[in-house]
């Protein structure tokens, strides 16, 4: 074990008010919780500095539209993007992928057409994809998994056609923590003329991501993943695909006329963010991103990596608790107690005070692949340690004494 895990934990703990003296919250693929700068952030620009953005003369209303720009621009060097002008600020993740398939899809591709997708994705990355299907007519392909759960991209090459328009496959697994090889995957969807959607929820707060480098088309996260606050998301894409695209919603911030006759659009990214923004939640999320650059986004991988691997020898030693996923999985380790249903795990789990998720953590297809209901799944973040993961084992004996 590194000396990481055992140390640095303690002092990063420390930033996060929420999380009480003997509590392993091991929840953070679901959300993380918010270091006190963040909050901070938001108390500030509620309390002392709110007003709206774009639209107001006044001193305040232009001082918090710097600050929102601000964030724009630093969201952009935080990814790699070549222009802040190709950010655009959503709800979340899932709003982000949404907008691609009514917009971009809606306008790119017809009936005849295929995406392919992967086993192991999120609801939020099939849903918006089988609503464009029963819209527009296209069809969709579902790759396999590897035996150890990545996404098997010797299957994806074979599957890919000239038909294929989209690839859309998660960056890292929010079951299994699996990390998908972005590059080969937009060679593998470029080589057939596909564009590539990643949903990258669970990699930003764990990775460093670049989506110049990656080659991607499209990047999605939400902010409430990276320590920063709900209901603040970011979609990325290469501004020339921004530009072929419709407005998805209509209304304030996101015009340049309108007449009863006719109505013109801003250019990207104004376009798509319809309405007062979540002016706070952006503030917020510039925020988070100065936080998690401040420890490194390395240090964060190698404290992850740390602990899965803690928790995996940890958990292997118990006779009765099968482990899914990779073994060098991102920052989640998922597992099931034979004969014990995941609820019944976290609920004798929270007696001792010990938050992990149970369910089918939104995706019901890799649950049918993998041959169970549920899992029981523990995430890590900065704030977790070795004391965290002994509290995980521990409760999981007690688990199996309790059920015999």
């Known amino acids: 074990m590194t000396a990481l895990a055992d140390a640095r934990p303690l002092d990063w703990l420390a930033d ?32 002392e500095t709110y007003a709206t953005v774009h ?52 306008t790119h591709l017809k009936a005849g057409d295929r995406i392919l997708l992967s086993t192991l994705e999120h609801h939020s990355n099939i849903v918006p994809w089988q609503l464009l299907r029963d819209r527009v007519g296209v069809e969709i392909d579902v790759a396999p998994l590897t035996a150890d759960g990545r996404i098997d991209l010797d299957a994806v090459a074979a599957m890919l056609t000239p038909a294929h328009k989209l690839v859309a496959l998660a960056h890292v697994s929010n079951v299994l923590g699996s990390v998908l090889d ?35 088309d499209f990047y999605v996260f939400s902010g409430h993943k990276l320590y920063g606050p709900t209901g ?29 006759e006719r109505t013109t659009y801003a ?16 503030v917020g999320l510039h925020a988070a991103i ?21 928790t995996r020898e940890a958990l292997s030693g118990i006779n009765s608790v099968r482990l899914f996923g990779p073994e060098d999985s991102a920052g989640i380790v998922s597992f099931a107690v034979e004969g ?52 995980l084992a521990n409760g999981i004996e007690r688990v199996t004494r309790i059920f015999g």
């Open 16 to 47: 996060f008010p929420a999380i009480p003296e003997g509590w392993a919250y091991l929840d953070t693929a679901a959300t993380a919780q918010k270091p006190k700068m963040v909050i901070d952030a938001i108390a500030r620009a509620y309390g």
């Open 55 to 106: 639209r107001g003369v006044y001193q305040r209303s232009a001082d918090m539209t710097v600050a929102f720009e601000a964030a724009r621009q630093r969201v952009a060097r935080f990814i790699g993007a070549g222009s802040a002008d190709e950010i655009v600020f959503v709800r979340g993740a899932t709003e982000g992928i949404n907008l691609v398939a009514q917009s971009w899809g809606g």
């Open 182 to 216: 972005v590059r080969r995957a937009a060679a593998l969807a470029h080589d057939v003329g596909a564009r590539l959607l990643v949903d990258g929820c669970q990699a930003v707060p764990r990775l460093a991501v670049d989506v110049a480098a990656l080659g991607c």
């Open 232 to 260: 603040i998301g970011v979609l990325w894409a290469k501004a020339d695909i921004l530009e072929s695209m419709p407005p998805w919603q209509g209304g304030g911030s996101m015009i340049d006329k309108v007449s009863f």
């Open 267 to 282: 250019p990207p990214p104004a376009r798509f963010e319809a309405g007062t923004p979540h002016v706070v939640g952006v």
């Open 290 to 310: 100065d936080y998690v650059d401040a420890i490194g986004l390395a240090a964060i991988h190698a404290h992850e990596t740390a602990l899965v691997k803690a």
């Open 340 to 391: 014990v249903h995941p609820h019944d795990v976290g609920t004798i789990l929270d007696e001792a005070h010990v938050a992990i998720r149970a369910g089918h953590h939104c995706a019901q297809p890799l649950m049918e692949h993998l041959g169970v209901p549920a899992t029981a799944r523990a995430s890590f973040g900065v704030y977790n340690g070795l004391a965290d993961v002994a509290a």
